[in-house]
């Protein structure tokens, strides 16, 4: 099908958007060679924009994107899009206010996903950032929407942007691309230094009346508005 009108404009503003999105992932180091992705909702549309499969990171424009449909079906683009499409694309379809979505296979959180163990809250960061510590999902196949259901099942019930997909890596969600490039990022830093903590002693969790005050305040208050 084609693509006219104001879905077009939005296609090409997200397609700019998105890869200057993947130089952020290359910049804070976490993602290798060609893995790891971002893609993008539409806004109004049953379409997202995501990374090609296999491509360099510094061979990435915003030519290069490949716009598809919520069942991850290619709509336009000369390239294959990520292998994770079909989970972004279910994520997507089934949580209406998720306009972003990423993965990364960054050292420190996918230590904490090879052992299958959630991230603790045991800083104020990630009572800001996550609301609580960062969980695990099930572990699920590449190539199909499981990942996916296996993102959403996990994320329904936490007040945090990012997974742990047990064995795999870190998927993150926003309200738009760079929500979700920034809660990776973040997902990162705090897993890094709760792994640090934890070589000195056991870190000591936040009380949860002190999460959810940080955590409102941070959402609400902190910031430009």
Known sequence: MGIAGEAREAVEALRREVSALHAELTRYGLVVWTAG??????????????KPSGVPYDELTPDAMVVCDLHGRVVEGERVPSSDAAAAAYVFRTLPDVGGVVHTHS??????AARGEPV?????????????????GPFALIGDDSIGRGVVDTLRDSRSPAV???????FTVGPDARAAV???VMCEDVARTVH??????EPTPLEPKHVDS????????????
């Open 37 to 50: 992705n971002v893609a993008a909702r539409v806004p109004g549309h049953d379409l997202m924009v995501i």
């Open 107 to 112: 050292t420190y959180a996918t230590a904490w």
């Open 120 to 136: 603790p809250c045991v800083l104020t960061m990630m009572a800001d950032e996550f609301g609580g510590g960062i969980p695990v």
């Open 164 to 170: 742990l997909m047990r064995q795999h890596g870190v």
């Open 182 to 184: 920034k809660a990776a």
């Open 196 to 201: 640090i903590a934890r070589q000195l002693g």
């Open 214 to 225: 940080l955590y409102d305040r941070y959402q609400n208050v902190y910031g430009q508005h």
